[in-house]
Structures are given as C-alpha cells and as structure tokens.
C-alpha cells in the first residue's frame, strides 16, 4: 500500500513464505509520548498507519494524573496518579496520555488542554516518574526485554527526565540499576530549552481551544532562561530553587518553584544537561528548520551537548512544530534499527519480525545503505536458517556475524548455518528507496546435525556404553520401524559389521 504523499510503501500479504504474516511484530514495543500541549491523539496519525496498514497490535493506553491534588501552588511526586493495568500479552506499540483528572477521566482531543487540572503541563520530573511506570508495565507486560521511546516536544524531556535519573530505573537480581530503553527518538524536543511562550501564546491557546498557562510547571522547566533574572533554566542547567533565581514575571511568578518536586522549596537543583548520558543505545534526533516554537539548535542540542555515538539527525523545512508528530515518514525513518552490535535490538528464534528499510540521516556509520542487526542468543549448537519476505528495497547481503562483528555465515544460504552456543547477530544489509518500506523476517534454528554419530548415548565420549549399545541394535533396519536403529552411523540402513568396528575403532574417543 503507497501513501498518497508517496513516502511510505507497506506490503501486502499474498507471497509466499514461511514467515507468520499474521503474527509480524515489532522487534521490540514502542511508547509515544505526547508534549506539553499535545495528547495521545497527537500520535492518532502513526497509531493509524501501524495499526491498519502495517497490521501491528497497539496495546492499552497508558494514563497518568500528574497533579492528583490539583492544586497549583504545591508539586510533589506522590501526585502522580496512574490508571492503567495492562494485561499480559504483547503489543507492538503504546501511546501514553497525561490529561487526567484525580479521578481517571482523560481526554484525548481539544478539551485536554482546558480541563483546569494541567495535568499535561506538570513538572518534567513528574513526567519522568510516570515514563517510568509506563516502561516497567510495558515491559511487564508484553515480556519484552527493552523498549523503544519516542517524544514529541515535551515528550523527549519526559523521556530524558527517566533516562538520565538512575533512580527510576529497575534494579536486577544482582543489585545494579539498568535503564531498560534500545533506542530514543526525538521530535522538536527543546533539549536547550524554549523561552516561545512568554506572553502571546496563553492568548493563542485560548484561540485554538487548547489552554496554555504560562506559569505552570511544565513551561517553567522548559525555559531556557528566565526574563528578569537572566539566569539560565534550572531543570535544563540547574540551579537554586529560588523565586528571584526564577524571575520570569513582573507582578507574578510560576505557581511554584519546587522543580525537583519534593515538597520543599530552596534545593540546589542539577540540571538535566549537566547530568551524565547513558551511550548504550540509539538515539535519533528530528529537527525542522520552520518549527517556529523550538530553535533548530534547541531541537538538535544533544549533539553538542552529549556526542552520542549511535545517533542520526533528520532535518526538514517547512514543518511547524505542532504537524512534526504528523510527519509519518520522518518519524519511521528515525525509527530505523540499530546499524551495529553494540546497540541491536534483541530477538528470538521462531519469531516473525517486522523491520523497516529507510533512507539513513546524518551521521549515520553507512549513510549509503541501510543496515539492521539483531541479536539471538544460541543456546546449544544449532542449524540457523532465515526466512524473508520484501516488500521494497533492495536486499543485498544477510549475515550471521559472531560477537566481534565477523561474518559467521550467510542467513540466506539454503542448507543453513551452523552456528555455535553462544549470542549471534543477524546482519540486513538493504540499499532502500525514496520510499519508507516494510519487510519480514524470522530465523529458524534446529539442532546441530550430530557430527560424532558413533556417540549413541551423547555423553561426549565413545565407551563401552556406546559398544553395547551398538551390539544390541546389531541387524536393526528401517523396516522394524518404529525402532530407531541410532546405531547406524554409516547411514546405510542397516546396522551392521560396519557400524560396529566403526565404534570400536574409536573406542576411548571424545566427540
């Protein structure tokens, strides 16, 4: 199926293949995150295009009150208020929404912004705390091992707000704290901060229906510095708590400045780019040079500010930032799974999954070419095969590539690969098209062919238990099935005088 904007092309079923067509999923799930202004309806348009062109599953919405108390004046964590349980079963993708009352009504369309709650524009740490619980339900869930994140504005803070706080993240059996995210996309997110809604623009959101509150939290922490004080944005580049420190109003201030909502006031706050960026996953970076809210510089700060190894950049003209989460395209193309090792996304044998082949951003490590690579734990030697269907683009090479990066085999090759215990890596090499397309695979593993046939009881050596054995099955054919003549280890069909001396020649040998 084309796009009528021609830059998205889906296949149909109706090929043949040995891949479950009608069980495709994502690699790993996704979560989209809304901005300050925005709702689950800002990602109505990708929900669409995943869920009835593509045929993937979108799983429950995931709903937060963040000002359960719903006063204006005080900000504390404990005001987080969920509303979701999802049932255990996977999904592909997840919209989160923060326009919630106390009571678990949400919205989702043009009254979200004016339900006098601002639950949508709460503090950034309130929204990390509720990204938080929205990745472990996700993960709980759908027994995905990471996730994939991608915001909208705001929706990049919030994600930031989680990744860069040790403190949100889960703790394993051994004691040590790990984020759980394979990839951050981010769309017009200020990560240097946005000063655009001083003054006019409470009065256009009342216009267009949507109410912006110039002294809320969320807009406080977006500052990239203050009007009166001068100084710089306190959640973004830290700071003291401080009504004179956050000057930003003449005759009045923000409802409150307790950024790290704790409940007290006066705290000497670290910033966000001032604290440390995990390098262990991908990052994608979408910028467009008309935003008109955020600076091209603001949406793309990260790269000065954090040098992330995996990253890509994609810059478009000619997209304000409220249509950025409608550039489709764009959004799939930051999308792209990982181009190295370090950073694939997890999978496992027998599953069908659904990649997509896209034009590379800047920076990327093969801007010529797109490469995927996945990573398949291999629990005994094994006979790997690869089963494909393409729906565009072109393929050029698929590979098993061991754990330094060298190829092991060829995925396509008919009579498979033998593979080692071990973690493996599927490399996809496409040269893609103008257009977004999208492709399954699913790789198969069966036992290792038995390279030692004369150890009949498969214990590594060729004992007296293998003689014995051998001696007992002595004239067994084919025809007394359903006996297994395993003693046949020359294949002839019969167990014979052959078969015999063949075991006893080896007599005393490993395998």
Known sequence: MLLSAGMLSFGVSGLEAQVDINNAQLPLPVLFLHGMSGDPSSWGGMAALLSNDAGLTEGQELQYCLNGDGSENSSTLDEVLPFTSLPSQYADFFRLNFECNAGGTCWSNSSSNSDGIYSGQAAAAKQGIAVADAIAEILDATGAPKIVLVGHSMGGLAAREYLQNPEYWPVDENGMAHHRVAKLVTSGTPHN????????????????????????????????????????????????????????????????????????????????????????????????????VVSAFSSDAMVAMYNPTHRERFFVNGVFHTSLNDELALTLRGMDEPDDIETAYPIASGQTIMGFSSQQGTDAPYPNEDRDVYALAVEAPTLATLDTLWFGGALIQASWLDAQGNVAGDALAPEGTLLDAGEVYLQLIVAPGPAVTNHLFAAQFAPAPNTCPEDLNGDGLISTDDILQALAQFGCTEDDLPVVCSADVDGDGIVGVSDILSVLSLFGSFC
Do not use: H, M
């Not at 500052?223 to 003291?240: E, H």
């Open 193 to 292: 901060g946005s000063n655009f809604s001083v003054g006019w623009l409470e009065d256009l959101g009342d216009l267009f229906g949507f109410d912006i509150e110039q002294r809320s939290d969320a807009v406080r922490d977006l500052r990239t510095d203050y009007f009166y004080s001068g100084d710089p944005g306190v959640f973004l580049f830290g700071g003291v708590e401080d009504n004179w420190v956050l000057w930003d109003f003449l005759f009045q201030n923000f409802w409150n400045v307790d950024v790290n909502c704790d409940g007290d006031e006066g705290d000497n706050i670290v910033g966000l780019n001032q604290k440390p960026l995990s390098d262990d996953l991908e990052f994608a970076f979408i910028t467009s040079y008309d935003d008109g």
